[in-house]
């Protein structure tokens, strides 16, 4: 999964997005996706409000459906 399928998984699945930002690992593993040490690291350094304000600033809300 690239992190463009990563991005537009999480701007159109609300249960993904919540997951991701509690658990990643998790949230990959449901999704059946394996990702790495060092993926997992940068998806738990993201900053998840600015990332939820860049889909506000473009669709007007949260999520894009």
Known sequence: MT????FAKALHNKAFWDELQKEPAMAFKEAGVKINERQ???LKKLD???LE???EAF???RFIT
């Open 59 to 61: 669709s007007g809300d």
């Open 53 to 55: 304000a860049v889909a």
């Open 40 to 42: 997992l690291d940068s």
């Open 3 to 6: 992190v463009e399928e990563v």
């Open 48 to 50: 998840y409000k600015a």
